[in-house]
């Protein structure tokens, strides 16, 4: 890499964290590009050479967030083999993540419910679709070594691992109770262990209720947004 464009990412990143700093501290509406620019020690007009627009660095800090994640998430997943223990390892993750960088992620709802031309694929969406796919894999390999079933709707589990995490996540914060992080995974586990290992026996059925209560919130959780 040469230092010229070396230098240019190292501004890029400047930008970058000085404006996750500035969107976390007054908002996305409040924040100004006057303000971004100075916590990142930059005359403005030099910022808006990198950065259009606010929904535009948005994207930038949004993108760094999850590419960061994916990073720190196939890290944790790679402490065991057994993959029921590998995800209970993302769920506890993604919980604790969503929890502690709660308005991080709320900035890309911003973007993507703006309806600018920021939004859509430019929202940090490519990223966020990579770091999915963690849980794609990681059922993938459970199947492939005979621990998961085989006949698992993937798109139904991952919407409902992520849908139900990310609902966790919301009344944990309403409720400013962090602390139930562990009880919140324990019981999610509970409800998808029988289902992920196709036993079928009468916790199973009872746990098909469980299910359809985590589906119904699911849904509920979209009507938010």
Do not use: C
Not at 42 to 51: H, N, P, W
Not at 67 to 91: P, V
Request: charged content about 30%.
């Amino acid at each position: 890499m040469s230092t010229k464009r070396a230098k240019l990412e190292q501004r890029e990143k400047r930008i970058v964290v000085a404006a996750r700093s500035v969107f976390l501290k007054h908002g996305f509406n409040k924040a100004k590009m006057s303000q971004i620019a100075d916590t990142a020690e930059l005359a403005e007009g030099t910022l808006y050479l990198y950065y259009k627009n606010k929904n535009a660095i948005v994207k930038a800090v949004v993108a760094d967030h999850w590419q960061h994640i994916t990073g720190e998430a196939d890290r944790a997943l790679s402490a065991s083999e057994n993959s029921f223990e590998q995800l209970q390892a993302l769920a506890e993750y993604h919980l604790t993540m969503m929890v502690k960088h709660w308005r991080v992620i709320e900035l890309g709802y911003v973007l993507y419910y703006s309806h600018s031309d920021d939004a859509g694929e430019n929202s940090g969406v490519d990223f966020k679709r990579t770091y999915a796919a963690l849980f794609d894999r990681l059922i993938e390999r459970g199947q492939d070594k005979g621990t998961f079933a085989k006949d698992l709707s993937l798109p139904f589990l991952r919407d409902l691992f992520y849908g139900t995490l990310e609902y966790a996540a919301r009344t944990l914060i309403l409720h400013n109770k962090p602390e139930d992080i562990e009880v919140n995974i324990v019981q999610l586990m509970n409800v998808l262990r029988p289902h992920l290992s196709g036993e079928t026996t009468a916790q199973a059925d009872t746990d098909t209720a469980v299910l359809k209560r985590l589906e119904r919130a699911v849904r509920k959780l979209e009507r938010l947004r």
